[in-house]
Every structure is written in structure tokens, then in C-alpha cells.
């Protein structure tokens, strides 16, 4: 039941121009904002402890604005997996920093695309697919019946989707030995024994090691993608950063350590659209506390 509302919303907001979406996700984030609710719950943890040293007026206008942006996010979801390819792209005014990438690729080295849950973080894949030879990590999503259109709509401009599976591992390594592009979400929590906890603004976070490991054992480099939502409509602005160099040292917390910090750079050049709401520090080290 609860896949097919969330695909007649998906249906409803793709019939709509991205001007009124975002309208309408700004009223989405005020009611949010005003009433109490799990996003907002979460959002306010981690704002806090993000931010402790932010005065509390810097980290209330923080949480609306983020709470706006994730409504915008949620509802651009429509455009993002339902309008053709061509018409998002369009969307793309601006590009920054896209040179060092492109020189690596010429030389026929493999690279990481690492996508923090910042902005229009869909958009990226697409986009990428759609200029390079490009294999997107994914996990399947908790309610199995979005999955076709998940995968539809991420391998519409020509991306190739796998999953953190030992097959889908060993794709990513022989993608990356073509000299062709890897996309990830580099602050999701890692499964398992898959990471170590390394500070992510301050606070202990479980990280992953996947990145550095495989930066590593295929010579890949590993760049930063964000694709920031321009006001009102007006389309998107992607970013490119290079990772901190120490992002592929041997010591996994030193490289876990630059991995979070290359993801704070981007965050504090946007931090509204920044996803507050996910739930970074679930897992904890020994003896600490539940956040949540």
C-alpha cells in the first residue's frame, strides 16, 4: 500500500514544472518545522551536534531551511525518475571544476564520483551516465516493489546499477581498471565490518573504507560531485572537489578521517541541503550513548 501512494505522488508532482514543486516544498518544510515529527526529531540531532559551537539562532534557521530543502528533494523525485532525461539535463546551468576530473579520465584512470546526500544528489548519476561509461553502488531500497523503478530510472541515461554484493565489488574493480567512472554515496553507514569510526564534524561516525580500499588496489581517483539546487526553479549547479589526498591512505581511520572531511567541504558550502535528517551516527562506538 504504502509503495503505491508513494508512486501516485511520484505520478502527481512529475505533471508539475520544478517552480511549483519547489513551492510547494517550502510549505512541506514549514509545516514540518512548526509541528513535531521524526524528520524534525532526527534533523535536531544532528544539527546539534554538528554545530554545538553555532549559536542556537545559526542552528534553528539551519533546521528550516534544511527541512525546506529535504521537501524539495523528496518531492523533485517525480522529475528525477519520471521526465525524460534530456529535460532534466537541461536543468544543469553550471558546472564547476569538472577539468581535473576529465584529465583523469583521459589518461584512462578509474574514478570514484562521490555523491554526499547534498542537493539534487540523483541528478548526478544522470548526468554523469549520460557524458561518461558510468556504474552506479546501490543498495535495493527497504520496500522491494520500488526497486524496477529505481533502477529504470537511474539506467535511463545509460548508467549501469550494482549492488554492494561480492559481484557487484568485483564490477566496481574492473570498472575502475577501464579507466571509466564509479558513482557512490560516500556517507552512507557501511555494513558489517565494512568501516571504522572516524570524526564527521566532531563526532565519531562509522565510515566506510570502501572507497580508499579500492582507490587504492585499482589506482583510482576520487573526486567529490554535488549538485545544489539553484532558488526557485531555476535549475542546478554541479560542483567537482577532489577528495583530501589522504583519502587513500593505508591507515583506514586516517583515510576515513579524510573522507569525512572532504564531505564537510562540501556541506559548509551548502549546508541547508545538506540531508540532517538521515541518521548518520545510529551506530556508535563502545559504551556511547543512542543520538536517536
Not at 575502475?176 to 568501516?195: F, K, Y
Amino acid at each position: 500500500m504504502k509503495h503505491k501512494l508513494f508512486i501516485s505522488i511520484l505520478w502527481t508532482t512529475s505533471k508539475l514544472p520544478l517552480v511549483v514543486i519547489h513551492i510547494i516544498g517550502w510549505l512541506v518544510g514549514n509545516i514540518l518545522y512548526i509541528f513535531p515529527n521524526n524528520i524534525k526529531h532526527v534533523s535536531i540531532i544532528n544539527i546539534n551536534a554538528c554545530f554545538n559551537d553555532k549559536t542556537s539562532q545559526f542552528r534553528d534557521k539551519l533546521l528550516r531551511n534544511s527541512l525546506i530543502e529535504l521537501s524539495k528533494s523528496i518531492l523533485e523525485l517525480g522529475p528525477m525518475w519520471l521526465w525524460p532525461s534530456e529535460k532534466l539535463l537541461s536543468l544543469v546551468k553550471e558546472i564547476k571544476g569538472i577539468e581535473p576530473l576529465e584529465a583523469c579520465l583521459q589518461q584512462k584512470q578509474g574514478l570514484f564520483a562521490a555523491t554526499p546526500h547534498l542537493g539534487a544528489w540523483e541528478l548526478c548519476g544522470l548526468l554523469a551516465a549520460s557524458r561518461y561509461p558510468f556504474t552506479a553502488m546501490y543498495r535495493p531500497p527497504r520496500i522491494p516493489e520500488l526497486e524496477p523503478w529505481i533502477i529504470k530510472a537511474r539506467e535511463r541515461s545509460g548508467a549501469k546499477l550494482v549492488d554492494f554484493g561480492r559481484q557487484g565489488l568485483k564490477e566496481m574493480i574492473n570498472t575502475l581498471r577501464r579507466g571509466e567512472v564509479v558513482g557512490i554515496l560516500p556517507d552512507q553507514e557501511p555494513r558489517d565490518t565494512g568501516g571504522v569510526y572516524a570524526p564527521f564534524f566532531g563526532v565519531p561516525a562509522y565510515t566506510m573504507t570502501l572507497i580508499s580500499k579500492m582507490a587504492r588496489k585499482t589506482n583510482a581517483a576520487v573526486f567529490f560531485a554535488c549538485m545544489e539546487r539553484l532558488p526557485w526553479g531555476r535549475g542546478y549547479r554541479l560542483i567537482i572537489r577532489q577528495a583530501e589526498s589522504r583519502v587513500t591512505s593505508e591507515d583506514e581511520v586516517t583515510a576515513a578521517t579524510a573522507l569525512n572531511q572532504s564531505i564537510e567541504t562540501c556541506i559548509l558550502a551548502n549546508p541547508e541541503q545538506y540531508l540532517w535528517a538521515y541518521r548518520r551516527f545510529k551506530q556508535r562506538p563502545d559504551k556511547s550513548p543512542d543520538l536517536y
